[in-house]
């Protein structure tokens, strides 16, 4: 089983900005799809971003055109830009991989103060 690791959480104001990486144990090229979902106290886990092998992404409509997804093969990391944060984007920001399973990062926390 693929072990990912997130990064990049912290506290920032409103309208600031924070990347997060997730770090894959072995080579992200088996993978269909990764991305991230995020869950904020007392709500569902919900998708946020998804890029596929082929490099296609998928967005929710609350962060396009405020976050980026991308890939990096060369360092089997996936990185979430995430650019003028508004409060409502505090949560923990999960990574996932899906291959014939899918697997889950241990959550990295985002709080964007007011």
């Known amino acids: 089983q693929v072990q990912l690791v997130e990064s990049g959480g912290g506290l920032v104001q409103a309208g600031g900005s924070l990347r997060l990486s997730c770090a894959a144990s072995?080579?992200?090229?088996?993978?269909?799809?990764m991305g991230w979902y995020r869950q904020a106290p007392g709500k569902q886990r919900d998708l946020v971003a998804a890029i596929t092998f082929g490099r296609k992404t998928n967005y929710a409509d609350s962060v396009k055109d405020r976050f980026t997804i991308s890939r990096d093969n060369a360092n089997n990391t996936v990185y979430l830009q995430m650019n003028s944060l508004k409060p409502e984007d505090t949560a923990v920001y999960y990574c996932?991989?899906?291959?014939?399973?899918?697997?889950w990062g241990q959550g990295t926390q985002v709080t964007v103060s007011s």
């Open positions: 996932y991989a899906d291959r014939m399973l899918r697997a």
């Open positions: 072995e080579s992200i090229f088996s993978f269909n799809a």
